[in-house]
């Protein structure tokens, strides 16, 4: 294989054989043989797999050491989430300071059961965990490439979901049509993309141009022909996500005919982005006694269209605001029975105080967002997460202190829209106002006793 490639990942589905020796488990069998194949300048991130799912992420000999953080997670799906064979597996981690996610997938299979492939993807979207367990995978890292057997088909609306086996007419017009080269005239009917452009599935996931023959149903050991027993389909996808202010670009995406064990094609695609090497969190860190540091002061904030989860139609929504830049965890005030809360900026929002210190690291950072529904009665709920870029921030700041900076970001629930959060923001050099109020509170503490002394002395006098 060639060594072009910083990293490396590979996902499988229904990966499920006899392992040849001296492996005594399939899953050890695959990943010698995958690791035979990309050659020995390339080393194993991580693997992890669940059931048939398996993923493995490769990075190039001369990168290894921009690798941190590595975690990895499963999810399965269906009735009771116990079914091995449909879910997703994922691995995370950061190339330098850029954070990257791989999900690895299988959904639901069959005509007729798009709506349950929807609801496949919003389950791991929404519960799949890894970084913080408090933040949707969606938000947390800057590219995030999702890859799988997703199974959506053609969906032509004349085929009886009770029968698996297409009508013969049907499947010979389409099989014509493929070989003649007429793709885009199929994708019409790709569900997936009907789905999407619907925003009931891979929210804001970009997808490249198709240019190769459906993958799905294929005879084995044939380079080109279809089974009659299914209908052809695009099954396997790759799709990727950005935060706001990040990219990433596409440089090929294409299928693999000279695979001939498997009723799929396999495909693939290879991108480009930048990775940023930024200064260590703590270099300019402040050294004297007032602890200065950065501080984000909101100057107008605002949620729209959020999700109603009391049985009245609306929501008590408050703010959350975590992640690794932030010095503690900050909360807004509640604000009642609204679906379109606005936060007084000096009375409800907190000043959230910052542990990085270089500006230039800054410009790459992102406040973690959740915005959670307030109850007396049980655990608070998710409402949405979202992810605020600090560029412009920092932007403002550099043309003058009195400046602010405007934002407007997207609500994500379980993967799909889930309301708008926009205001303004602004930074700002000073002591740490958590220190300072405590050490106020500290200095009240101590007059307030002291005066009690006092006025003891004097009754006693």
Known sequence: MTTAYEIVAIGTQECDYPPRLPFTECGKDWLETLRHHVGRRYRVIHYTSRGQMRLVVFVRDDAEKAI??????????????????????????KFWDTGLCFVNCHFAAHVGHCETRNSNYRE??????????????????????????????LDFGSE????????????????????????????????????KTASRVLHGFKEGEIQFPPTFKMQREST???????MPAW?????WRTLQG?????????????????????????????????????????????????????????????????????????????????VQRFHSKVKYQTLNPVWNPLKELPTLVLNIF???????????????????????????????????????????PLETATFRVELLHHGLPAGTLEGGMKLTWERNVIKRRSRIARELIARTLSLRDILRRTVSK
């Open 224 to 230: 080109n022909m279809y089974d009659q027993k299914r």
């Open 68 to 93: 941190s953080d590595v975690d990895s997670g499963s999810q399965a799906t269906g009735v009771g989430h116990v079914m091995a064979n449909k879910g997703g597996v994922c691995i995370a981690f």
């Open 358 to 400: 270089p500006l230039k690291r800054l410009e790459k950072e992102y406040l973690m967002v959740q915005v959670r529904d307030h109850d007396s009665r049980s655990a608070d709920y998710t409402l949405g997460y979202t992810a605020i870029p600090l560029a412009s921030a920092v932007i403002a700041f550099n043309k003058g």
């Open 235 to 239: 099954c396997d996808r790759v799709l």
């Open 246 to 326: 990040c990219h990433v670009k596409l440089l090929s995406y294409t299928y693999c005919s000279q695979i001939l064990t498997s009723d799929h094609k396999p495909v693939s695609a290879t991108f480009g982005l930048t990775a940023y090497a930024l200064p260590s969190s703590n270099s300019g860190v402040s050294n004297d006694s007032d602890d200065k540091r950065w501080h984000v002061r909101f100057t107008s904030l605002r949620a729209k269209n959020l999700r109603a989860s009391d049985i009245n139609g609306f929501s008590d929504p408050y703010l959350s605001f975590i992640g690794p830049n932030l």
């Open 124 to 153: 791991i979207a929404g519960q799949l965990r890894v970084g913080p367990h408090s933040m949707d995978i969606l938000n947390q890292f800057h590219h995030v490439f999702w890859i799988g057997d997703l199974n959506y088909r």
């Open 160 to 195: 009886d979901e009770r029968t698996l086996a297409p009508q013969r007419s049907i499947w010979d017009k389409m099989v014509k049509q493929i070989l003649d080269g007429e793709y885009k005239e199929l994708l019409h009917y790709d569900e997936l993309r009907k789905e």
